[in-house]
């Protein structure tokens, strides 16, 4: 599911932090983040959105394999799916807000629109 960047990590390790990515967002609704992570964690949200809006068994397993959360992947089903439920695709916006202090890392905003 994720896509080539490699963020500087072992696959294990990358696929770890960008479930939990995933799962943070998809809780809060908003979170800043670098613009490469953004970029990847987008993709995996919008499926998982999608998985929610086809309301059957598979696709909530589907969605409980990736989410590491329970609570998260229900909320996904019964809150956040039906709110894009006109909607094909384009669930997340990645807005740009500058440079990190720490070590000058483009910084973004990525977000459930």
């Not at 998985?51 to 909320?75: C, N, P, W």
């Amino acid at each position: 599911m994720p896509g080539t960047r490699k963020l500087g990590k072992t696959s294990a390790q990358r696929n770890a932090m960008l479930r939990q990515q995933v799962t943070d967002l998809l809780d809060l609704g908003r979170m800043e983040t670098t613009i490469t992570r953004a970029k990847e964690i987008a993709p995996m949200a919008e499926k998982m959105i999608s998985l929610g809006k086809k309301k059957d068994l598979a696709s909530y397993r589907q969605a409980l394999a990736f989410i590491t959360r329970e609570d998260v992947a229900k909320k996904v089903f019964d809150e956040i799916a039906p709110k894009y439920a006109e909607r094909n695709g384009g669930y997340t916006r990645i807005t740009r807000i500058g440079v990190r202090r720490g070590d000058a890392a483009e910084v973004a905003v990525i977000e459930l629109v």
